[in-house]
Nanobody, 122 residues
């Protein structure tokens, strides 16, 4: 089982990025797929999660309407569209898969990607 993130990079404040996470090795159609991030020197934090029917939970304090999570079950892929990026969004972003519905807790996620770096400059 493998989760592979892509789409990270460097962007100026106010710009967008779209992260993708492709899953292989099994079908995650009925699993929740989440995004977490770990800023430099800080703990990993929950960003957003989407279940197989399209139900979504966001970390509203973090996202504040700027991020959108989506998934394509046919492609076994989950996305995170990030708009109006801020320097404080700089972090390594991880996708993860959980058999639990819309969990915000990292301990509920069984599979993790290797992470993709997002750097936002002011």
């Amino acid at each position: 089982v493998q989760l592979v993130e892509s789409g990270g990079g460097s962007v100026q404040a106010g710009g967008p990025l779209r992260l993708s996470c492709a899953a292989s090795g099994r079908t995650f159609g009925n699993w929740a797929m989440g995004w977490f991030r770990q800023p430099p020197g800080k703990e990993r934090e929950f960003v957003a999660v989407i279940n197989w029917t399209g139900g979504i939970t966001y970390n509203l304090e973090t996202v504040k309407g700027r991020f959108t999570i989506s998934r394509d079950n046919a492609k076994n892929t989950v996305y995170l569209q990030m708009n109006s990026l801020k320097p404080e969004d700089t972090a390594v972003y991880y996708c993860a898969a959980s058999p639990r519905v819309l969990s915000r807790s990292a301990v509920d996620y069984n599979y993790w990607g290797q992470g993709t770096q997002v750097t936002v400059s002011s």
